[in-house]
């Protein structure tokens, strides 16, 4: 998958190439730039070039550490050497991965400084259905450290082990797995955040339940792992599992502030926290008994006025601040699909106010069931931790399509045309299909004057665009993930060509309306999707050939 890199804090084009040579030589390597020069290694030999270490080289690739900070990096390409120079060691590691984007590109001679607006940027694996595969996971923690986020936090909900099951130890070849998924979040300078969502069940005045839940952590630091939260989000308020609870705590907020508390002082180090009250920004007694009992240095999750809002303004989140009194990090439920059988979100991450950095720590996404399928989503989150101040949604979205599709211009075009395709979410895009939706507004304009020639024409250019997505889709996995939906496309282009006879002819009605329902039917086999057909350009192409149908 190609890398395409947003425009950095500051960029000087010195002017022509760097000559690379065939005989490169790397200096200033420590132990803790291991894991970029692994990354510069890889890109020189996708170069061509294999002669590594060699005396008199034709180009220095030098590492080096300088200002600026956490994750901050300069890159400074000219004749005969290279300087990779980070903050700290994520900083040396975006550094190879700009070079490897350069290098690439044809080596130019240019300084390039960045540094990120946000601590924490990435993901959470947070969603009901289906979980990713430890290979996607895998995979998906490569994706994360090449585009300069820091942060993955292990929440699926239908992992047993982390919420029905909690107090259950993982069995050996499940805590292998995490230990894998440990080691590959080191590698590519990416926090695995383990969570453990016990708020079905626990009794909070029951000290064999907070001794498993501690167990359940400890099992993971053992991997390697510091950082920990604890998610007691959807579950019923009112309930408590056991009589004592309430006589002890009161109120749910003091049992949860307790609860997380213990965990803090046992983990020795600050931790996260998902509140059951995540979203809204009303005081309540249990957000005041948040605020006033928690420990300090403990960040909560929130998702902004809603659980999926439309928009999330810089006054949002500082209210969200001011009421939760801690250090707040935004659970984005975008491109999140669970709710939305049947739908990827492909549309442009939009809807959030630049410079929340103001007062967040970070804006994380909760991504779809489809792993490859969200990296559309979670490239714009990738720009909008990095520079939420100068994030321009659409830009980041252009961007996003053109890596997926490695550049070239026929498969982004056809991704362009899949994600219009799929815009639809309910909450930040209510309308299906904008670009096909305009395509087809002027094919009704041609039929509502008499002109079928043009109409016919236009229709078929749309059909064979459609039948032809599946076939340019660039990326495997992404097309992989995207099969179903990609089928369904092709079927409701093979439905439009199939309108042509009925246009000229008067013919062909049941062809078509065989096509719709075939396209209708198409399923993807992943929970909750696998209980309905997947929706392409619904309320667009269905609605246009039902209407042609009706008219003809």
């Known amino acids: 998958m190609s890398l395409i890199i947003p425009p950095p804090r500051r960029l000087v084009d010195h002017c022509g190439p760097v000559r690379l040579g065939d005989r490169v030589a790397l200096a200033g390597v420590t132990g803790a730039d291991r894991a970029a020069e692994t990354v510069v290694l890889s890109a020189l030999a996708a170069a061509g070039v294999h002669r590594v270490g060699v005396p008199e080289p034709d180009l220095t690739i030098r590492f080096a550490r300088g200002a600026g900070g956490p994750g901050a990096y300069r890159v400074v390409t000219g004749p005969g050497e290279v300087l990779l120079e980070g903050g700290d060691d994520a900083g040396a590691f975006y550094a190879a991965h700009v070079f490897a984007r350069l290098l690439a590109g044809g080596l130019p001679a240019v300084t390039i400084e960045d540094r990120p607006a946000m601590a924490w940027r990435g993901s959470i694996e947070g969603f009901y259905g289906t979980p990713w595969t430890h290979r996607e996971r895998l995979a998906h923690l490569d994706f994360l450290g090449a585009h300069r986020m820091n942060t993955y936090v292990y929440a699926p909900k239908d992992d047993p082990y982390h919420r ?11 805590l292998a797995r995490l230990a894998e998924l440990v080691d590959r979040a080191a590698a590519n300078h990416v926090r695995f955040v383990f969570s453990v969502s016990p708020g079905l069940s626990i009794r909070y005045s029951e000290r064999a339940d907070l001794d498993a839940l501690l167990a359940k952590f400890a099992a993971v630091r053992a991997l390697g792992c510091d950082t920990f939260c604890v998610a007691l989000d959807d579950i019923d308020p009112l309930v408590w599992h056991d009589p004592r609870d309430e006589d002890e705590h009161g109120h749910l907020g003091a049992a949860h502030a307790w609860l997380v508390n213990r965990v803090r002082d046992w983990a020795g180090a600050p931790v996260q926290f998902v509140p059951t009250e995540y979203h809204g920004l009303r005081e309540t007694r249990y957000r005041k008994e948040i605020r006033d009992l928690l420990a300090p240095d403990t960040a909560v999750w929130w998702t902004g006025h809603d659980v999926i809002p439309a928009t999330i303004t810089v006054d949002e989140a500082r209210q ?4 939760f009194g801690h250090p707040i990090l935004v659970w984005d439920n975008y491109p999140v ?10 549309g442009p991450y939009d809807g959030r106010e630049n410079g929340l950095s103001a007062h967040v720590e970070g804006v994380l996404s909760n991504p779809a069931n489809q792993v490859a399928m969200s990296t559309i989503g979670l490239s714009a989150f990738a720009e909008y931790g990095w520079d939420d101040t100068g994030f321009d949604a659409a830009a980041a979205h252009r961007r996003a399509l053109a890596a997926l599709a490695g550049g070239r211009a026929e498969a982004v075009a056809a991704l362009t045309a899949f994600a219009d395709l799929n815009t639809r979410d309910d909450r930040l895009h209510h309308d299906q299909a904008p670009a096909h939706a305009a395509a087809l507004a002027t094919v009704r304009a041609d039929l509502a004057r008499g002109d079928r020639a043009a109409a016919v024409e236009r229709l078929t250019d749309l059909a064979d665009r459609l039948i032809a997505l599946p076939g340019l889709m660039a990326d495997a996995r992404f097309a992989v993930e995207a099969e179903a939906w990609l089928a369904a496309a092709r079927l409701w282009g093979e439905a439009l060509a199939a309108l042509v006879p009925v246009l000229e002819d008067g013919v062909g009605h049941d062809n078509v309306r065989r096509l719709m329902a075939a396209a209708a039917a198409v399923r993807d086999d992943r929970r909750p999707h696998r209980k309905t057909g997947v929706l392409v350009g619904d309320g667009v192409l269905d609605a246009f050939l039902t209407e042609v149908l009706d008219a003809s």
Request: net charge negative; charged share 40%; proline share 16%.
């Open 164 to 174: 029905d099951r909690w107090r259950e130890s993982y069995p050996p070849e499940e």
């Open 320 to 323: 969200a601040r001011e009421l």
């Open 337 to 346: 699909n669970d709710y939305i059988p049947g739908r990827v979100p492909l």
